[in-house]
Each structure stands twice: as C-alpha cells, then as structure tokens.
C-alpha cells in the first residue's frame, strides 16, 4: 500500500492504478463501517483508495475538531489489511494552502435543514473537500456511507449539478451487535450513555415497523419513533426527528419511495446521528424490515412524543 502526503504525488501515483478506480474519503479513527466502504468498493473496482483528512472545514466553532480521535498508525494497518492501494494522507496546508478562497455551496433543503440547521457551515466544508478529493484522486466510483444520509445526497446533488465524472454508491452502515451505528464518535461515549444509544436505532425500528401499517403517514412514524426513544432521563436530548425524502431532504407527509427517517441526538457532550429507510415502493408493498437487534425489548423509559424538542416536528 502506498501512503501519499501531497497532491502531486497522489496523482502520480494514482495514474498507475488499475482502472476502475473506486475511493472513500474519511476522517481517520476507522471502525467497520469504513472498512465495509472498502469492502464495496473492492467488490466493484480494481483498485481502491483512501483519504484520510480531519477536515477543518467541516467542523463548527465549538465542535470537536481538537480532539476528534486520530491514530493514523492503526488506520494505515487497517487499510491495508482490508486491501486498499493507496492512501492520501494530507496535511491541512496541502489542502488549504495560503490563499485558498474557493466555497462550493450546494443550496435549498438540502443543505438548509436537519443537520444544515444544527451545524451552520458543514455542508460546505464537507462539499469543497469532497470535490477537492474527487479532483485529486479522479476516481471511477465514489462510496460514502448511508449513515451520513444528508451528506450523502448532497454530493450526489453536487455531482451532478457540477457534471463531474463520477459514479456516487451509497453504502449501508455498520452496526454494533446491538444496533448503534458504528462512528468514530462513539469513543466519546462513556459506558452509561453508551449504554443509552442502542435505544436510537430501536426507535428506528419502532419508526421503520410503523411504516409498513397499511395506510401509514410520516407523522405516523415519527409518532412511534418518538414513543420508543430513550427519555431525557436517559441522558438523551432529541435534535430533529423526521420523514424526509432521502434526494432531497424535503419532510414528507405521506411515504413513498424514497422516504427516509432521520434522527440527530446528543447524549452528554456527544452528538449522534443514524437514519434507516421507510420507503414504500410505490408498487405500494412495503419493504422488509431492517433487522431488529438482539436487544430489542425496551430497555429505558419512553419519552411522550410532546416532550419532543424536534425543530421538524
Ligand atoms: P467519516 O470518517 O466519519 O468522515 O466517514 C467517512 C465515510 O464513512 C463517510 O462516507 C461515512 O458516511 C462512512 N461511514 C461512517 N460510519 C459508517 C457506518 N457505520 N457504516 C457505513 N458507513 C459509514
């Protein structure tokens, strides 16, 4: 495996890859979910990259770029057990050298809502990295995970807006046995509230089981997500819960192909995201339902669904 520090020898290098060439960006500190990305994309490329970049850009003020965890070591050792060819590894300066004054803003919805709303500026520090790597690497086949399902739509709204020459896969997330998504973030955790998180996905599922009621609205959903989720006892405060059109991020009132529930939580200082399909194709069969984890008995006091503080709701 080779591991690249600047953007010259990254294209150099890149050049003498087998084609197709797939890529996944990411910010280091990798768990399995980064590690099915791969898994994809060797499935479908000849060879594969990786980025690994804590990109400032993406980060608000008073979020945890300071201390979001890196150990490039391990993520190198990871990366090339898991068969990747190549890995760029840049510094900030290399990325954002001085004079840089380049925004890429994707706008509507998509960018405005949910996580928009939450973390002002994100979108378009994710969106100007991610069209810097795709610039970089020039990849056949772009794969970013399903988890960060907002993002995910906006560099696919991106890419095609801009004509760039790249096919974007969404990947399914990884999760731990017992239903929490796999993120980085998740190390932040102390063992009580990592004790409370499975409890997101369970109202997921409680949402996605409510989806395929005959009949069945967002509000619906939403109502039985809500009604399953952990109390504030828990520790848990809600930030938005909601339907929305997974290409566009337009809530939705009635569910149809594309409908998708999202959620953002914060327990303690840690802030969560997770997301599962509640499309009804529109064939009008419902799809199966996600696999319901080990542990899906409810194991915290539900909170009432007007206790929610949703900004969507
Ligand atoms: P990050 O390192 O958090 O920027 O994530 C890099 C890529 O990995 C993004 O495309 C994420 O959506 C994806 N990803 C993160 N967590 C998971 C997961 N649990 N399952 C699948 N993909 C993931």
Redesign the pocket.
Known sequence: MIVVRTVAEARAALDALPRPLGF?????AL?A??L??VEAARSRCASVAASIFVNPAQFGRGEDFRRYPRDEARDLRLLEEAGVALVFAPAAAEMYPDGFATAVHVGGPLTESLEGVSRPGHFDGVTVIVIKLLGVARPDVLF?????AQ?LAVIRRCVRDLDLPVEVVG?????EPDGL????RNAYLTAGQRAVAPGLYRALLAGAEAARRPGAAAADVVAAAADALPSLAAGLELDYLAVVDEATFVPETGLGPRSRLVLAARLGGTRLIDTVSVAVPSNGHPRPTPTTPATSSRAYPVQDATGMEGRTQ
């Open positions: 996944t960006p990411t910010m280091g768990h979910g980064h099915g990305l970013l995970g399903e988890k960060d993002q990947v399914p997330t990884r999760r998504a796999m993120s980085s």
